[in-house]
């Protein structure tokens, strides 16, 4: 079985920054793309950002630039640094990853139970 948490939500004004981290446990044999999704109440999820083994990145259109997510594939974790954060940045942070475990020859997606960020105005 494969277990994602994150960490790092909190608190923060508007403008300011939090990091968020995710660690993916298991019986891991691999990890393809890994990221972020959120969601508001009353919202459905949406994608913030992901990145692939190789470092290949994709972004939301909000982000704007104010966010860079991160990997260290020996340590199985992904990062987000979110920057100049807006009130409408608040919600609950999950992390994805789509891993190959040992008992498998296929990838799986799996989800962290996820972290709320509160941005205050």
């Known amino acids: 079985q494969v277990q994602l948490v994150e960490s790092g939500g909190g608190l923060v004004q508007a403008g300011g920054s939090l990091r968020l981290s995710c660690a993916a446990s298991g019986r891991i044999f691999n990890v393809h793309v890994m990221g972020w999704y959120r969601q508001s109440p009353g919202k459905q999820r949406e994608f913030v950002a992901s990145i692939r083994q190789g470092g290949t990145t994709d972004y939301a259109d909000f982000v704007e630039g104010r966010f860079t997510i991160s990997r260290d594939n020996a340590k199985n974790m992904v990062y987000l640094e979110m920057n100049r954060l807006k009130f409408e940045d608040t919600a609950v942070y999950y992390c994805?990853?789509?891993?190959?475990?040992?008992?498998?020859?296929?990838?799986?997606?799996?989800w962290g139970q996820g972290t709320q960020v509160t941005v205050s105005s």
């Open positions: 994805k990853a789509n891993v190959r475990d040992y008992t498998s020859d296929y990838y799986y997606d799996y």
